[in-house]
């Protein structure tokens, strides 16, 4: 979006002329180097939708924490009887047996809520199996 203001900020046709680029990277809340890099990107870009699309990623930013192999070890570990002293399984619980059992170097207790989350399943779930 920032970057179709730009363009539009720089717009010259019907004898227009543009702001600064100063004016342009306050008022849209850039850099004036970004308004500047825009500029060069359209003058070499071969169309505008071209222009205008993002790139689309190879990689994910952070390489995923959670495997399909150590999702299932801890969904297994969910459903196992829990440690003895603990009447049920809880997200601090499973994070911390996950790295004794080696499964994984370090996790915390909220990826292993997202995934129950992912998973459309809930910590309450593992409650009830200390009943």
Aim: hydrophobic share 40%; glycine share 4%.
């Amino acid at each position: 979006m920032k970057r179709a203001a730009i363009i539009l900020a720089l717009d010259t046709s019907d004898d227009r002329k543009p702001d600064t680029e100063a004016d342009i990277a306050l008022r849209i809340g850039v850099s004036r180097q970004t308004v500047q890099n825009v500029k060069k990107d359209f003058e070499a870009a071969a169309d505008l939708a071209a222009f205008l699309q993002r790139k689309k990623r190879e990689t994910p930013p952070i390489t995923p924490k959670i495997t399909g192999d150590l999702e299932a070890r801890i969904l297994a570990l969910a459903c196992s009887k829990p440690p003895a002293g603990y009447r049920s399984w809880t997200l601090r619980l499973l994070a911390n047996t996950c790295v004794e059992l080696q499964y994984v170097d370090t996790i915390s207790h909220m990826t292993i809520s997202r995934l129950f989350k992912k998973r459309r399943l809930n910590h309450t779930c593992l409650l009830l199996q200390g009943k």
